[in-house]
Nanobody, 125 residues
Framework: VQLQAFGGGLVQAGGSLRLSCAAS????????MGWFRQAPGKEREFVAA????????SYSNFVKGRFTISSDNAKSTVYLQMNSLKPEDTAVYSC???????????????????WGQGTQVTVSS
């Protein structure tokens, strides 16, 4: 499974961005995809994830109500709509997927087997 992320950029505080992550390869059994982020000098942290089983989602507390993760199963793509962005959202955002047949969302990046390249999101104040 290969993942490719799109959509980062520079935005002012209060603005919006949408990230996309397209999966290719053996994706028919890839059920869980999500987003993590890492700011300079900080550890990687969970942002949001989606499971195709039950169409379930999970969010970190610091993005609840502002970010929305969604999935287009036909395109094997997940999206992260980010609204009301804050300077503290500035980070490199990476998409990830759990290995095939795993259906449960995890907050632990070590349990994700496939990673796309990061995309920079910068929010200016």
């Amino acid at each position: 499974v290969q993942l490719q992320a799109f959509g980062g950029g520079l935005v002012q505080a209060g603005g919006s961005l949408r990230l996309s992550c397209a999966a290719s390869g053996r994706t028919s059994s890839t059920y869980v995809m999500g987003w993590f982020r890492q700011a300079p000098g900080k550890e990687r942290e969970f942002v949001a994830a989606h499971s195709r089983v039950g169409d379930t989602t999970s969010y970190s507390n610091f993005v609840k109500g502002r970010f929305t993760i969604s999935s287009d199963n036909a395109k094997s793509t997940v999206y992260l709509q980010m609204n009301s962005l804050k300077p503290e959202d500035t980070a490199v955002y990476s998409c990830a997927a759990r290995r095939n047949y795993i259906t449960v969302i995890s907050y632990d990046s070590r349990l994700y087997d496939y990673w796309g390249q990061g995309t920079q999101v910068t929010v200016s104040s």
